[in-house]
């Protein structure tokens, strides 16, 4: 398979894309998610390398697929009975041409450093669309939340923090929340690194309580701007989201704000889903008893079909994307939307998809729906709205100002449209119109790389 596909390179382009991706499979092994995500990148680059030899000529492709500093540790902790556990913790700090690394700790079982460096790849990219001066970076652990007692997951946090908080800092590395962190777990990072460093830093860690440095909207903003972005696409082909059947998937975070703003514009939600199965409720999603479920009580959605009535049915094991949609929303993790899954959806008439979560459409797939003509969002453009909040999270923070949530939201709301704007606008200059995954890697990959140019060899 070629490095360029449907935008054929010159051979000398071809030859250099090919070398730089079998050294980073050499250097990198056992890192499938990892080599997904550069390759997508670097499908995106011929053109733009064509055009601009000095970036060839500067490796740029060497440089900003190699994360300036990966961290990687022992997290020991005691559970409730007393009993001992070491999980181990990561930060990859990816890249910091344009800001303080910025991206998420995610906690959860599947974490290891090819998880962690996927996402991290992602996020400089992502961060650099939305125009914010914040760089890339991710971290996390194998640490598994679900079951522990608050006071377990508080120790989890604080023994995570005493080793990472060295490379922290306000001006230097500023993690968040992605899956298996929120709220709870953000207040014990930040309490923990607030007694280690004697400082209270808020802009040390975006997320935060509304009381203690947090920006209004930002536990919304991922999915609040998964569906804006869906919305700008609706646009160019004269829709919009009223009245549309919306498929999402997860429970977390992202898919409860993807449900709360899709219903807030007209459409009408059916599913949402977990690791176990999915819920498919023909009256539409109820909101409250959604959040009830998962930000409350902390349960499954199997619970959620329970308590909600005979309006919904719970299919264990099911797929979402069985059931018929006009916009999907893969909001749950990466890799979560297949090509068979792809081609049903397909069939059943889907015209746009935004993905909420990272990665979570494979490549077969996501060329499934672009042959097929359906308006693909890729996370790095669609799920900006959750790291750009952060970004003004920062911003608060430095100034010591607090906004409202209507402040917020509407600069969310332009920054989205700006991201929708700079993707669809790139693929048409470089002969690629109506693909969002070229325009969002061409986009990033040209501001990272002038501002890597502009600072010399690093
Ligand atoms: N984890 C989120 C993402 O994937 C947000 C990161 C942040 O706010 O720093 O973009």
Not at 24 to 51: K, M, S, T, W, Y
Not at 308 to 325: E, I, K, L, M, T
Not at 371 to 383: D, I, L, Q, T
Request: proline share 5%.
């Amino acid at each position: 398979m070629p490095l360029s596909p449907g935008t054929p390179a010159s051979p000398a382009t071809e030859a250099v894309l090919k070398e730089s991706y079998e050294r980073i499979l050499r250097r990198n092994p056992g890192e499938p998610e990892f080599h997904q995500a550069v390759r997508e990148v670097l499908e995106a680059l011929a053109p733009v390398l064509d055009r601009r030899p000095e970036l060839l000529d500067a490796k740029i492709v060497d440089r900003i697929t190699e994360p300036e500093r990966q961290i990687i540790f022992r997290v020991p902790w005691q559970d409730d009975k007393g009993e001992i556990h070491v999980n181990r913790g990561f930060r990859v700090e990816f890249n910091g041409v344009l800001g303080p690394y910025k991206g998420g700790l995610r906690f959860h079982p599947t974490v290891n450093l090819g998880i962690v460096k996927f996402l991290g790849f992602e996020q400089i990219f992502k961060n650099a669309l939305t125009g914010l001066n914040i760089g890339g970076g991710k971290g996390g652990s194998d640490f598994d939340p679900h079951g522990r007692s608050d006071a377990e997951v508080m120790r989890f946090c604080q023994s995570f923090m005493t080793e990472l908080h060295r490379h922290l800092g306000e001006h230097t590395d500023v993690p968040a929340g992605d899956i298996g962190v929120g709220g709870r777990e953000i207040g014990y990072l930040f309490g923990q690194y607030r007694r280690l460093a004697n400082r209270w830093e808020a802009g040390v860690l975006t997320g935060k309580g509304l009381a203690w440095g947090g920006s209004a909207g930002r536990t919304e903003a991922t999915g609040y701007g998964s569906v804006l972005f869906t919305a700008e696409m609706l646009k160019l082909r004269g829709e919009d989201l009223e009245g549309q059947q919306a498929v999402v998937s997860g429970s977390g975070n992202v898919a409860i704000y993807t449900v709360e703003k899709a219903q807030a514009l007209g459409a009408n939600v059916v599913t949402v889903s977990d690791s176990g199965g999915y819920v498919v409720d023909e009256k539409g999603i109820d909101l409250d008893l959604l959040k009830e479920v998962k930000e409350v009580r902390r349960l499954r959605v199997s619970d959620y079909a329970e308590r909600r009535g005979p309006s919904a049915r719970y299919v264990p094991g099911g797929s979402v994307w069985d059931v018929p949609a006009d916009i999907a929303f893969p909001s749950a993790t990466e890799n979560e939307l297949d090509a068979a899954a792809a081609a049903t959806l397909i069939r059943n008439g889907v015209k746009a998809v935004s993905e909420g979560a990272n990665m979570p459409t494979t490549p077969d797939a996501v060329h499934l729906f672009q042959e097929a003509g359906v308006s693909f969002g890729p996370g790095k453009a669609a799920n900006a709205g959750g790291v750009a909040t952060s970004g003004l999270e920062m911003a608060q923070n430095a100034g010591r100002a607090i906004w409202s949530f209507e402040q917020v939201e509407a600069e969310l709301t332009r920054i989205m449209k700006a991201v929708h704007d700079e993707c669809y606008e790139t693929a048409e200059r470089y002969g690629a119109p109506g693909d969002y995954v070229k325009g969002a890697n061409i986009a990033g990959f040209e501001r990272v790389s002038d501002a890597i140019l502009a600072q010399g060899l690093i």
